[in-house]
């Protein structure tokens, strides 16, 4: 069995992508279905079908307000839909390294400066929605 080690993960943002891959320290994808109960009358245990995906994406990055990096990226994409792909490493996308793109994910808020005194400013941004898809070629 092998195991991945996250250490140059590809993390792309907004419908004309931007690779912020060198700014990010934490990235976190969870697909999810939502869960319907369908549980009939007369049943002696609860049934369920699957609902729409909720899906969610957490990257940290460390602040940056360079042209083309990740302020200027991240802060026109506020109350916005956007499309955010990740890949587990900077290699071509294949069957063991696949490629995670949701599309029409909202980011609600984005806090430009989070830090302390002698820190790395840092961004911690949560997409929320939309549709995941998983690419293996």
């Known amino acids: 069995m092998a195991q991945i080690v996250l250490k140059d993960c590809k ?3 907004g419908s004309t992508p931007v690779t ?5 320290n934490s990235v976190t994808v969870t697909y999810e ?4 109960e369908i549980t009939s009358f007369g049943a ?4 369920y079908a699957g609902g729409l995906q909720n ?4 990257i ?3 602040q940056d307000f360079a042209a083309a990096n990740v302020e200027a990226t991240i802060f026109p994409l506020v109350g916005t839909s956007t499309t955010v792909a990740i ?3 900077s ?9 995670y793109t949701i599309t029409g994910c909202y980011l609600a808020s984005h806090t430009p400066i989070a830090g302390g005194v002698g820190e790395i400013a840092m961004t911690s941004l949560s997409f929320a929605g939309g549709v995941l898809v998983k690419t293996t070629s």
Do not use: C, H, W, Y
């Not at 912020?20 to 990010?24: E, H, I, Y």
């Not at 899906?55 to 957490?58: I, Y």
């Not at 290699?91 to 490629?99: E, F, L, V, Y």
């Open 11 to 13: 993390i792309e943002i």
């Open 55 to 58: 899906n969610t994406v957490e």
């Open 44 to 47: 002696t245990g609860r049934s």
């Open 91 to 99: 290699s071509a996308t294949g069957a063991t390294n696949p490629k």
């Open 20 to 24: 912020l891959s060198d700014r990010a």
């Open 87 to 89: 890949t587990p490493t």
């Open 33 to 36: 279905i939502e869960q319907i």
């Open 60 to 62: 940290e990055f460390m």
